[in-house]
């Protein structure tokens, strides 16, 4: 599962974005993996692990919303079982 979320342009600089995926990993568990960072530019990759899909998933929500309050959009959604 991946989303991709991005600032609109002011039109100083490029606008920023942050990319979450969600990702099983090889013991039966769950990456949340976040990338930050400024669209042409570096960004920042970290990674939060958790036992289940259940609690990844709500990671990802909590991480998706808070982006949302801090003015990003939503601009790409990819896998089968996409959070609302």
Do not use: C, N, Y
């Amino acid at each position: 599962m991946r989303l991709l979320l991005q600032q609109r342009p002011d039109g100083r600089e490029a606008p920023r974005f942050v990319q979450l995926m969600l990702q099983p990993d090889l013991l039966g568990g769950w990456t949340l993996v976040r990338e930050t960072g400024q669209i042409g530019g570096r960004s920042t990759l970290r990674r939060e692990q958790f036992l289940d899909q259940a609690s990844a998933l709500e990671a990802l929500e909590q991480a998706r919303d808070q982006q949302l309050k801090r003015g990003f959009q939503l601009m790409f959604v990819q896998g089968a079982d996409a959070p609302k």
